[in-house]
Antibody, heavy 122, light 106 residues
Framework: QVQLVESGGGVVQPGGSLRLSCGAS????????MHWVRQTPDKGLEWVAF????????KYADSVKGRFTISRDNSKDTVYLQMNSLRAEDTAVYYC???????????????WGQGTMVTVSS | DIQMTQSPSSLSASVRDRVTIACRAS??????LNWYQQKPGKAPKLLIY???SLQSGVPSRFSGSGSGTDFTLTISTLQPEDFATYYC????????FGQGTKLEIK
């Protein structure tokens, strides 16, 4: 079954750290670029980070740059999001998503996990 | 950064209605535009990519059009399972989403 499963969410104090994991099954993770996306009721869907299929390129939203790190271990079929210096505004449901290059090489997020909740609160 | 603006923010319609949702980009994004459907408590689901290409497995009542800065998602004949929130997304320059359009039953 082709799927992504996130884990690692929870409650953390401001300034704390958390590492999210995204396990892939049913497809070859090493063939795909991957993303993390978060969602809040107020701000909606916000792209967070991108990781090239081989880990050679990474991109971040300005809101998390310098605090979050995306990585992957293709031998374990897992993508990670290390979140440091967490703030209240990082509270969200975090999704991992697979990147697909469709017609004309246009990217789309064609497979999503079920999401994991991160709450930053004292 | 490219801003994506959807209209309307919410919409009431009946089963079998034809519905159109608009999405406008703050600058030219060619056809680097995708549409997603999200139901409560679930992850977004890709419906349309590259502005007008139907994702595999998505019913043909969904269609997309547009290029440049203005795009539309059309549902030709609403079905009960289509009541959800819809998001547009640009992938021309990094990635950003519209604020969503909530489609409710009238």
């Amino acid at each position: 079954q082709v799927q992504l499963v996130e884990s690692g969410g929870g409650v953390v104090q401001p300034g704390g750290s958390l590492r999210l994991s995204c396990g892939a099954s049913g497809f070859t993770l090493s063939s795909y670029d991957m993303h993390w996306v978060r969602q809040t009721p107020d701000k909606g869907l916000e792209w967070v980070a991108f990781n090239r299929y081989d880990g050679s390129d990474k991109k971040y939203a300005d809101s998390v740059k310098g605090r979050f790190t995306i990585s992957r271990d293709n031998s374990k079929d897992t993508v990670y999001l290390q979140m440091n210096s967490l703030r209240a505004e990082d509270t969200a449901v975090y999704y991992c998503a697979r990147n697909e290059y469709g017609d004309y090489g246009i990217e789309a997020f064609d497979l999503w996990g079920q999401g994991t909740m991160v709450t930053v609160s004292s | 950064d490219i801003q994506m603006t959807q209209s309307p923010s919410s919409l009431s319609a009946s089963v079998r209605d034809r519905v159109t949702i608009a999405c406008r980009a703050s600058q030219n994004i060619n056809n680097y535009l995708n549409w997603y459907q999200q139901k409560p408590g679930k992850a977004p689901k890709l419906l349309i990519y590259a502005a007008s290409s139907l994702q595999s497995g998505v019913p043909s009542r969904f269609s997309g059009s547009g290029s440049g800065t203005d795009f539309t998602l059309t549902i030709s004949t609403l079905q009960p399972e289509d009541f959800a929130t819809y998001y547009c997304q640009q992938t021309y320059n990094t990635y950003s989403f519209g604020q969503g359009t909530k489609l409710e039953i009238k």
